[in-house]
């Protein structure tokens, strides 16, 4: 199935970059909000905030032709959904919200239309009770700032046709985003790993160890610098699985079983397995491509250093 008219049901913030991206990916998107002239409204908002995009390189310089063609705004809910192949539900981080509108989305739209949430945390099952064939019925995570985020998760609930899944991973990557099937969990992936670096964060500056400042420039110049290339198992094993290890053990003594070794990291440790420099870790990366890949990651931390020297700080921010 290829999808070619869409239906982004909510067309505040997110909906509405979700929808950008959609449209300018060639897609027919139809938005759908509270009213009929709130919908106008973020029709509007989405076509001139495309034009200063382009105007400073962030879109495409055709963006506002494509956007103008593309991008059509409808009376109702139920109007948005008519005769669409599938639906991007986007509204308030609410069940209650989510209940009313995934109820009259799946009431409205054809049985075999597609229905995507894109609730941060909220299982995905649990949603599925909202919707009329649920097996239709995924969630489809985007990161905020839709339109420069690369991320999507793709969640199934236990319903969930295995063939939407499909199509809805190659619509991701045609409109050029990356996306990752992972389980339906509260948080997900991104969040959950997300809100414990944040927890963390916060527990830092109660103990008085650092200001909210001086956390901002530890992550963002060490491991948050690192984590824009590459994803955590991949900086461990280049880094040595060893001295993670070694690590957890000076963690525990002062921040007990929080903070010890995971049983998989010292199950690969004791067996020999250090990572890149020894045996596997995490990931099975061939040896015989460690010089080519530690060479890359040392040119794309330089090229990530100029790219920030280049942009200067955040305005506001410490830096």
Do not use: C
Request: hydrophobic residues 45%.
């Amino acid at each position: 199935m290829t999808i070619k008219k869409v239906a982004v049901v909510g067309s505040g913030y997110m909906g509405g970059g979700i929808a950008q991206v959609l449209a300018l990916g060639g897609a027919q998107v139809v938005l759908g909000d509270v009213s009929g002239s709130v919908a106008e409204e973020n029709l509007e908002r989405l076509l001139k905030q495309g034009k200063a995009f382009a105007e400073a390189g962030l879109f495409p310089e055709d963006a506002y032709a494509r956007l103008s063609a593309n991008l059509t705004a409808a009376a109702s809910i139920e109007e948005a959904v008519e005769g669409v192949e599938y639906v991007t539900e986007a509204v308030f981080e609410s069940l209650d919200v989510k209940r009313d509108v995934l109820g009259r989305v799946s009431a409205a739209a054809s049985a075999e239309t597609i229905i995507g949430t894109n609730t941060s945390a909220i299982p995905i099952g649990e949603l599925a009770k909202f919707v009329s064939h649920p097996e239709r019925f995924l969630g489809v995570h985007w990161m905020n700032p839709a339109p420069f985020i690369p991320s999507v998760e793709l969640i199934a609930s236990e319903h969930t046709l295995p063939a939407h899944v499909d199509t809805l991973e190659a619509l991701i990557r045609a409109v050029g985003k990356v996306p990752a099937r992972v389980a339906d969990t509260p948080g997900f992936v991104a969040n959950r790993l997300q809100f414990a670096l944040y927890k963390e964060a916060v527990m830092v500056v109660e103990e008085g160890l650092a200001t909210p400042e001086q956390v901002d420039l530890v992550v963002s110049n060490a491991f948050g610098f690192r984590l824009a290339l590459f994803g955590p198992f991949a900086i461990g094993d280049m880094a040595g699985l060893d001295v993670y290890a070694s690590s957890y053990k000076t963690l525990a003594g002062t921040y007990g079983d929080r903070l010890a070794a995971p049983k998989a990291l010292q199950d690969l440790v004791d067996a020999g397995n250090y990572g890149l420099k020894a045996g596997h870790g995490f990931l099975d990366i061939d040896p015989e491509k460690r010089a080519e890949l530690l060479a890359y990651r040392d040119k794309a931390y330089a090229a990530l250093s100029k790219l920030r020297a280049e942009l200067g700080p955040a305005p506001g921010l410490v830096s």
